[in-house]
């Protein structure tokens, strides 16, 4: 009898196994919707041109609404293997070419003399919205790698959203000074977002410069030399403006400017939402307790998990920056959003209402760790 349950035992965790490995890259897929949606957005007239606006900000939200949040973790054997899974990795290389096609397609709509303001506003909104995602987002899991081409997709991502400087800021910065007054990607309690907006770009900006300083001085090469990467990247950055500016005239031009922006304010309202109101206990002078999952708000809800690479396991990601996006996982005692980060992205527009939905959270979580705000 003890043989027979062991034996149905095994079967099912195999069969439940198999079923889980089975969907793995399968379950990513619905990202290649926004590239779809996107094209439509770029390439017809009229409403069309919002549709990717309305996909991220209206039906993605409400879906969030309605799909319960995932908590459920992979088992080690699962995880293991789909750590290993190269597919993984391919469909995240697939977003450069991605990326670039927008790009191409941006460019050529935006040349039209026959194009209405209403279109372009549209075109330059859907296109911002690419370069956070498929921009911004991918070259964030990307420049975590350790490999040279990897890193190189994730410099050519952010060239396309003119914000090279993250690659620096993002790993040497923001990781090491996350939920502390160091860091100027972590938002304060009672911070808006648009009072953030402005020290985060600003002050992420200037500390990029003072890392990529550092390095370079250590190194004994020329501070403002070819050595010095933020050097390379504000050249390699102007001289992308002067061939967009050049080759497709200035309405264009200014229209990727203002895309490009579009795709940085994307990114630092995700930094807001993240890190929101939590801090790290202060132990000396520049030594603060280690990052933990209790320093990031976290979001299980599926569909934001999917379409933005599991960027909403955001608290396994600052645990263990290593860790690829398929095998990030939940914790119980990491502080949950109310709903997925397009919901949040839209709540954090209003800041009194964003206040009023967050403020009681952390004052629950400081109730349980009073060091943590």
Known sequence: MHAKQN????????????????????????????PIVGIVSLTQGGAFSYLLLVYAFVLIPLLELFIPPDPA???????????????????????VPIQYTFLFLFFRGMANPELTLFERVGRVLAMGLSCGVLGINVAHELGHRHTWYEKLMAKLLLLST???????????????????????????????????????????????????????????????????????FTLIQLAFVAFV???????????????AC????????????????LSRK????????????????????VVGRIMLFELTRHSDHHF?????????????DSPQLPTGY????????????????MHPRIKRLQTLNPALV
């Open 262 to 277: 579009g795709g940085v304010l994307l990114l630092e309202t995700v930094n807001y939402i993240e890190h929101y109101g």
């Open 162 to 232: 003119l914000y090279m400087h993250f690659f620096i800021e993002h790993n040497r910065g923001h990781h090491r000074w996350v939920s502390t007054d160091r860091d100027p990607a972590s938002a304060r309690y009672g911070e808006s977002l648009y009072a953030f907006w402005w020290r985060s770009i600003t002050q992420g900006y200037l500390s990029a410069w003072r890392l990529e300083n550092e390095r370079v001085r250590k190194t004994g090469k020329a501070l403002f030399g070819w050595e010095n990467e933020m050097v390379r």
């Open 73 to 95: 973790n992979l088992s080690k054997e699962v995880e293991e293997i789909r750590r290993k899974d190269r597919s993984y990795d391919v469909l995240l290389y697939l977003m």
């Open 245 to 259: 500016f050049g080759f497709y005239g200035w309405m264009t031009g200014v229209c990727f400017l203002a895309a």
């Open 282 to 301: 202060k132990l000396g002078e520049n030594y603060y307790e280690k990052v933990m999952p209790v320093h990031s708000w976290n979001s299980d809800h």
């Open 7 to 34: 034996i149905f035992c095994i079967l099912v965790v195999y069969f439940k196994t198999e079923a889980m490995l089975r969907l793995g890259i399968l379950k990513y897929l619905p990202t290649l919707t926004i």
């Open 320 to 332: 263990h920056a290593g860790r690829k996006y398929q095998v990030l996982r939940h914790f119980d």
């Open 342 to 357: 397009p919901g949040m992205m839209l709540l954090a527009l209003i800041p009194p209402l964003f206040f009023a939905v």
